[in-house]
Nanobody
Framework: QVQLVESGGGLVQAGGSLRLSCAAS????????MAWFRQAPGKERDFVAR????????TYADSVKGRFTVSRDNSKNTVYLQMNSLNPEDTAVYYC?????????????????WGQGTQVTVSS
């Protein structure tokens, strides 16, 4: 089992920045690729970003490329999502997820463990 706890969400004005964190506990953190997804009200949960087990490879949704950066610190069992130039369309609950596979999965069904989510609200 892997337990994931997100933090860092909140209310921010358009153009602002937030940094989300996801702390993992349980099994060896570095054995898992980590990803961020988000879900807006009434919509499906969408892929945002993924980082490989070593942190050397990252993948982003087109909607966040150039604005969001995913990183991890395996010594702290934590993955981060730095979000810049936020706009109201980024408003959603953000979830982190863990995946043992090395394949660059971007679908929710591929991920083994999920956090409870953290709300990000961007005002115009």
């Amino acid at each position: 089992q892997v337990q994931l706890v997100e933090s860092g969400g909140g209310l921010v004005q358009a153009g602002g920045s937030l940094r989300l964190s996801c702390a993992a506990s349980g099994r060896t953190f570095s054995n898992y690729a980590m990803a961020w997804f988000r879900q807006a009200p009434g919509k499906e949960r969408d892929f945002v970003a993924r980082i490989s087990r070593s942190g050397q490879t990252t993948t982003y949704a087109d909607s966040v490329k150039g604005r969001f950066t995913v990183s991890r610190d395996n010594s702290k069992n934590t993955v981060y999502l730095q979000m810049n130039s936020l706009n109201p369309e980024d408003t959603a609950v953000y979830y982190c997820a863990a995946d043992m596979s090395p394949v660059r999965h971007t679908t929710t069904s591929a991920y083994d463990y999920w956090g409870q989510g953290t709300q990000v609200t961007v005002s115009s």
